[in-house]
């Protein structure tokens, strides 16, 4: 079993920026494809990005593509997030997630086995 921890999540201007990284421990963090999600209240959980174990394939929902770069690194066991030109509606809870299927690049929460505790973002307007 490998632990989550995310960070990084705090209050932001709409338009500024903001890195969420997530610290893994437990077991081999490059075994695992690696991704965020995330949850404003009352909305179901939702995709945003995916990396697999070798950062060889990523992949972006529509709503944050071109804003937000998924980025990893094996020698320090994390996963980063970097969100650009945030908005308003991107105000939610944000997870990670690993996925022992390293190739895979999923967008299913369910088939994600690993969850971090999750970080607040909040965009102001």
């Known amino acids: 079993q490998v632990q989550l921890v995310e960070s990084g999540g705090g209050l932001v201007q709409a338009g500024g920026s903001l890195r969420l990284s997530c610290a893994a421990s437990?077991?081999?963090?490059?075994?695992?494809?690696m991704a965020w999600f995330r949850q404003a209240p009352g909305k179901e959980r939702e995709f945003l990005a995916v990396?697999?174990?070798?950062?060889?394939?990523?992949r972006y929902a529509s709503s944050v593509k071109g804003r937000f770069t998924i980025s990893r690194d094996n020698a320090k066991n994390t996963v980063y997030l970097q969100m650009n030109n945030l908005k308003p509606e991107d105000t939610a809870v944000y997870y990670c997630?690993?996925?022992?299927?390293?190739?895979?690049?999923?967008?299913?929460?369910?088939?994600?086995?690993?969850w971090g505790q999750g970080t607040q973002v909040i965009v102001s307007a």
């Open positions: 437990g077991r081999t963090f490059g075994t695992l494809a």
């Open positions: 990396i697999t174990r070798s950062a060889a394939t990523t």
């Open positions: 997630a690993g996925d022992t299927t390293p190739w895979r690049t999923s967008t299913n929460p369910d088939e994600y086995e690993n």
